[in-house]
Structures are given as C-alpha cells and as structure tokens.
C-alpha cells in the first residue's frame, strides 16, 4: 500500500514541486499525496484520510499555523503519525519550540528536496517498527483473550458442585481445588458415581504448564472419567487410558495419575498410582499415614506399561489428601519448598474440619510460607472423608 504524506503550506508552487519530485514513487504507488494550504484544511483531510502517517507542514499559515496544528495532531496520540515541520531558516525558535513539542523532524525553505526525500524515508522506516509493535500488541491482546476463555473452560471442565452427591452426603464429605500458576494449567481432578455403593475419583499433573498441558489435560481428563465410568477396576482403568494417550501423545508428554474407587458404605479404597505423590491419610487421630510410593510408571509415555491397584481401609473420620507436587514444592523467597513436613503439621491441625476446611488451611499455610514468591506451580487438591 501507498505511504500517505500530507503537505500543508499556503504557498500553491509546492504542491506541483513536490508531485513532480516524487513522480516515480507516486507512478508505482509507493506514495500518495494530499495538500492543504492551512492547519484547519489539514484537519478536515485527516479526518477523511485516517490512515494518512506523514505530514510536512509549514509553520506560518494564515487561520491555523503550524504549532497549533502540531498541537492538534498530538492529541490525536497516534505514533504512526509524524510530523516534519517547514519554515524559513532564520525561523529556528518556532522551529525548536516544534521540536520540543514532538515534532519528528524539520526542513528549511528553500527546501532541499534530496534531504527531504531522506526525511521522509527515515519516517517510513520508524513506522514500520511501530506498525510491527502494534501488530504483537494486538496479537498478545487476543492472545490473552484466549487464555482467559480457555481458564474459564478448564475450570468449567473440573466438578464445582459441593457437595457432588446428595444422596451419600450422611457417608462422605468430599472436596476439591485446583489453582493455576498460569493462566491455563495441567493438574485436574473429577469423581464421579459408578453404581450405588461407589464412586471414581482421581487426581493428575501433566508435565509441563500453559497451553499445551492445558490441552493434554483436557484430552487425558476425559480419556480417564470415559474409562473409569464403565466400573472397571482401576488399573485397569489407568492402563486402558495409557494405552490409548500413549498412542496419540505429541512430544512425549505424560500425566501421573491417582485414580481410585471409594465404597461409601464400607470405606474400601480401591487405587492405583501411575507416577502420582503418594496420598497422605489423616486420621481421625490427628495423626498422619503417607501411602507407599508408586511403583507404576506414569501414563502416556509407554503403551507397553503395566499397572498395579492397590487397597486402603479408611475409618469413620479418616481423610484421604490427594495434591499435586504444587504443594509440596511450593517455595519462598529464599527458594525453600513448603515440603511434606509442613504439609504433615498443616494436617495434624485440621483433622476434624470438613474436607473445604482443610484444603483452605493448607493453602493459607502455603500462601504464608510462599511470603509472596511467585507461584511456580499448578496447586491442586482432593480431599475425601468418611463420615460413617
């Protein structure tokens, strides 16, 4: 596309001076002119020619000179629009309070054409730059539109409903929060019922944060909740699901995964860890049991991986903690992780609360440790609680 320049001067010679200087440009389409003779002429073609970007303007013009005009121009605040002031030589305190008030350069009568041809080539090249820069602006703007679509989404995937089955509520409590270091992340959690004793739930972390775990969250989620709602036993479960991202996965990306089965009536836990933090138990004693850790590789990096379940007994009162490594590694300012200990002691303290009472108290404890350190990590959680 052409380049607009706007030549504003009340003497009428230049106008063929300029068409005739620039007559190669103007002939390929490289340049587009437009003349007004006084700063009020030069507004009205502005507002018809919005994308005009250079203007060379003569400072003494009858009904609005060249400083006023300038003034106008800069409130216009657009920084693709530059000005190249034009007057006499003996002219030069108008022609420095010009610059001085944002003027992007100057030329003197006589003009030396040559010089100006150069004048207004350095001007193009600048606005290339800026043009360039409010393309990324406009680009990182919907980008983060996206991003904030694609939050709401994620947590839209993720059960917020509490309590999520009103029919066991005398059995269980249970409860649930996922917090993103990013906009999007890659940790998810979901329970769901699989017949009138037992309901599914589990708790994952894909490698890697921001778009792309997002996404292969959102892939792998519903692989797992597909799988586990056919009531299959849970390594089972995990090793169909593995079998089927593992397949599919891009850039060797996984997701460790505890996944279980929980019978609302007896308290049988029934679970396999692929990869996952081992669960802490906390127990009606106040006292803190942490499960064995996994034996089982993670899912979606081996088709030909193999899973094992595992059982746990919880008694009336017991809580079973589900987190991500977000908590545990968790840091401060002087780059020191939260830890199981401190989880451990965040516990001890909270075992007769209900299941949104200790996950709440272990992330204040977080937010106090962490002393404003930026979050680094996913921070998620899953708490189930016997009742009776």
């Given at each position: 596309?052409?380049?607009?320049?706007?030549?504003?001067?009340?003497?009428?010679?230049?106008?063929?001076?300029?068409?005739?200087?620039?007559?190669?440009?103007?002939?390929?389409?490289?340049?587009?002119?437009?003349?007004a003779?006084?700063?009020?002429?030069?507004?009205?073609?502005?507002?018809?020619?919005?994308?005009?970007?250079?203007?060379?303007s003569?400072?003494?013009?009858?009904?609005?000179?060249?400083?006023?005009?300038?003034?106008?121009?800069?409130?216009?605040?657009?920084?693709?629009?530059?000005?190249?002031?034009?007057s006499?030589?003996?002219?030069?305190?108008?022609?420095?309070?010009?610059?001085?008030?944002?003027?992007?350069?100057?030329?003197?009568?006589?003009?030396?054409l040559?010089?100006?041809?150069?004048?207004?080539?350095?001007?193009?090249e600048?606005?290339?730059?800026i043009?360039?820069?409010?393309?990324?602006?406009?680009?990182?703007?919907?980008?983060k539109?996206?991003?904030?679509?694609?939050?709401?989404?994620?947590?839209?995937?993720?059960?917020?409903?509490?309590p999520?089955?009103?029919?066991?509520?005398?059995?269980?409590?249970?409860?649930?929060?996922m917090?993103?270091?990013k906009?999007?992340?890659?940790?998810?959690?979901?329970?769901?019922?699989?017949?009138?004793?037992?309901?599914?739930?589990?708790?994952?972390?894909?490698?890697?944060?921001?778009?792309?775990?997002?996404?292969?969250?959102?892939?792998?989620?519903?692989?797992?909740?597909?799988?586990?709602?056919?009531?299959?036993?849970?390594?089972?479960?995990?090793?169909?699901?593995?079998?089927?991202?593992?397949?599919?996965?891009?850039?060797?990306?996984?997701?460790?995964?505890?996944?279980?089965?929980?019978?609302?009536?007896?308290?049988?836990?029934?679970?396999?860890?692929?990869?996952?933090?081992?669960?802490?138990?906390?127990?009606s004693?106040?006292?803190?049991?942490i499960?064995?850790?996994?034996?089982?590789?993670?899912?979606?990096?081996?088709?030909i991986?193999?899973?094992?379940?595992?059982?746990?007994?919880?008694?009336?009162g017991?809580?079973?903690?589900?987190?991500?490594?977000?908590?545990?590694?968790?840091?401060?300012?002087?780059?020191?992780?939260?830890?199981?200990?401190?989880?451990?002691?965040?516990?001890?303290?909270?075992?007769?609360?209900?299941?949104?009472?200790?996950?709440?108290?272990?992330?204040?404890?977080?937010?106090?440790?962490?002393?404003?350190?930026?979050?680094?990590?996913?921070?998620?959680?899953?708490?189930?609680?016997?009742?009776?």
């Open positions: 596309m052409a380049v607009k320049i706007l030549s504003v001067d009340d003497e009428a010679d230049l106008e063929s001076l300029l068409t005739q200087y620039f007559r190669r440009k103007i002939r390929k389409g490289e340049y587009e002119f437009f003349f003779h006084n700063g009020l002429e030069a507004l009205m073609v502005l507002s018809k020619n919005p994308d005009i970007e250079i203007i060379l003569d400072i003494n013009m009858p009904e609005m000179d060249g400083l006023t005009l300038l003034a106008k121009i800069n409130e216009m605040r657009n920084p693709a629009l530059k000005c190249v002031m034009v006499a030589y003996g002219d030069m305190g108008n022609i420095r309070q010009a610059m001085n008030s944002g003027a992007f350069d100057f030329a003197t009568k006589p003009i030396d040559d010089d100006l041809s150069a004048t207004i080539e350095k001007a193009i600048q606005n290339k730059y043009h360039s820069a409010q393309q990324e602006h406009s680009q990182l703007e919907n980008l539109s996206d991003l904030s679509i694609a939050s709401e989404i994620q947590q839209a995937i993720l059960p917020r409903v509490f999520p089955f009103p029919d066991y509520c005398q059995y269980l409590d249970i409860a649930a929060s917090t993103a270091a906009d999007v992340g890659g940790d998810f959690y979901d329970f769901f019922q699989l017949d009138n004793d037992r309901i599914g739930f589990l708790i994952a972390d894909v490698c890697g944060k921001g778009i792309p775990a997002s996404i292969f969250m959102a892939v792998s989620r519903t692989v797992i909740r597909t799988t586990g709602l056919r009531g299959i036993p849970p390594a089972e479960v995990i090793d169909t699901a593995n079998k089927l991202i593992a397949a599919d996965s891009v850039d060797c990306m996984f997701v460790t995964v505890f996944y279980g089965t929980y019978n609302v009536k007896t308290g049988e836990v029934i679970y396999c860890n692929a990869g996952h933090n081992p669960p802490h138990v906390l127990k004693s106040c006292t803190v049991e499960l064995p850790k996994s034996k089982s590789m993670v899912v979606g990096a081996m088709e991986a193999k899973y094992k379940e595992d059982r746990l007994q919880l008694e009336k017991d809580s079973l903690v589900m987190f991500t490594d977000g908590v545990t590694e968790a840091m401060n300012p002087e780059r020191e992780e939260f830890g199981t200990d401190r989880l451990n002691e965040s516990l001890k303290d909270v075992a007769y609360r209900s299941c949104a009472e200790i996950i709440e108290t272990v992330k204040d404890d977080i937010k106090d440790f962490a002393n404003g350190a930026e979050q680094s990590d996913d921070i998620t959680m899953l708490v189930i609680k016997r009742l009776q």
